[in-house]
């Protein structure tokens, strides 16, 4: 997610003792997980919020999952009488390339 190398995270580490201290890198751990605990449970909660308002939502007739192997092939379009006239007919050709000789 964040891409990090060990040498980008070994800088990381030294500029957080230097910043913070070694006697308070413990305290800035336990905040920083309990933060990262916190943002998690709500991404969990609003994902959980949001299926069961779907879920309440949901016509019943649309499937939870799709999957394409089942669904059948759509219908082509009727040709129009037109078209149908044309396909008989020999067209001249548009250029000598398409000629045959």
């Known amino acids: ?3 990090l190398s060990f040498p980008e995270l070994f800088f990381v580490i030294i500029v957080a003792i230097l ?5 308070d890198i413990p305290k800035v751990l336990y905040g920083l997980g309990r933060i990262v605990r916190r943002v998690q449970y709500m991404r969990f909660s609003f994902s959980r919020q949001f ?3 779907m879920q ?3 016509d019943g007739d649309t499937p939870n999952s799709v ?5 059948p092939p759509k219908p082509s379009l009727p040709l129009e009488d ?3 006239k044309d396909m008989g007919k020999k067209h001249p050709p548009e250029n000598d390339r398409d000629a045959v000789k």
Not at 19 to 23: E, L, R
């Open 19 to 23: 910043v913070v201290g070694p006697q």
């Open 82 to 84: 037109e078209t149908k």
């Open 56 to 58: 309440q939502h949901s």
């Open 1 to 3: 997610m964040f891409d």
């Open 51 to 53: 299926e069961d308002f």
């Open 67 to 71: 999957n394409f192997e089942t669904i």
